[in-house]
């Protein structure tokens, strides 16, 4: 008879997350950011069809990272649940807090279970509320730890150096436009260069508390991003002096003609390279 291969529980639980880690670092970056008027999430996502951020209920949006097949399975779930107690008790019932305990419940239970892998995914419940006091942010993990957090989150990829240029950056009460651009720029710091991120790689959406509707959750599009981030983007300095500059700061100088052809300009004769654009290829 043979003896079964022992494994301690630490061990097979530190080998589960390990492989949970690896799956969810292998995507690309999400953000939530609380602004003024609601919640922005911003998503580097090169799918127009394959959504990352997506409704819940009325007040409630839901985002993920990881695998698409198990996060989109978890989102059904939580608007099944949400519309089957907003129907059977009040709309007023359904809360961010409750639908974030039943995937922290389920999260957990899966990763707990010998007998299937753990889901690689890291999602985020939001509920926005009458004030930005009342805001609600969720971030859930792979082993069906939760935490509430106020600000910002960021979750999948290279969390921790994105998360970093936002802490950096972040005030409360910040406009929409720029919490746009911050989070744009900060998915674009997720390495050692520095990308440019355009309006078709990202996905976009907010919970909007002054909108007029039942339901606060609104997509942006394409033309309406690329608006706003135009006219966010700070504005460059001037390469060339005005005009009469010249003039004005040899009159102030007071030297004479001869005084000035004395003084020779300097020598560069150095070449300079032009800069090399960064490869930005990167797959899916």
């Known amino acids: 008879m043979s003896v079964p291969f022992y494994v301690s529980p ?3 639980m530190r080998d589960r997350a390990d492989f949970a880690r690896k799956g969810i670092a292998k995507g690309r970056s999400a953000i939530a950011l609380q602004y003024a008027d609601g919640i922005l999430f911003v998503a580097e996502n090169r799918s127009p069809a ?5 409704e ?3 007040r409630m949006a ?3 990272v990881g695998r698409y097949n198990e996060f989109e399975n978890l989102r059904i779930a939580g608007v099944r649940l949400a519309d089957m107690r907003g129907y059977s008790y009040d709309r007023r019932d359904v809360t961010g807090r409750a639908l974030a305990n039943a995937y922290a419940q389920t999260l957990g239970a899966i990763f707990s279970s010998g007998g299937e892998k753990p889901l690689e995914v890291e999602i ?3 509920e926005i509320g009458a004030s930005p006091a009342e805001d609600q942010i969720y971030r859930l993990t792979y082993d069906g730890s939760i935490a509430d957090v106020r600000g910002y989150a960021v979750m999948g990829g290279p969390a921790e150096q994105v998360a970093d240029y936002v802490g950096e950056h972040y005030s409360e009460g910040i406009s929409l436009a ?4 911050l989070a744009v720029d900060a998915l674009g710091h997720d390495g050692t260069e520095v990308r440019e991120l355009t309006p078709d790689q990202l996905e976009v959406a907010v919970l909007d508390r002054t909108r007029s509707q039942v339901r606060k959750f609104k997509r942006m599009s394409e033309e309406t991003l690329a608006g706003i981030l135009s006219e966010s983007r700070p504005a460059e300095a001037p390469t060339e002096p005005a005009e009469g500059e010249s003039e004005a700061s040899g009159e102030s100088s007071g030297g004479s003609p001869a005084d000035e052809a004395e003084v020779a300009p300097p020598e560069d004769d150095a070449p300079v390279a032009p800069p090399e654009d960064p490869d930005t290829d990167r797959p899916l």
């Open 10 to 12: 630490e061990q097979l």
């Open 50 to 54: 394959l959504h990352k951020v997506a």
């Open 56 to 58: 819940i209920y009325d």
């Open 62 to 64: 839901f985002a993920a």
């Open 124 to 126: 985020l419940v939001a």
């Open 178 to 181: 720029g919490a746009l651009r």
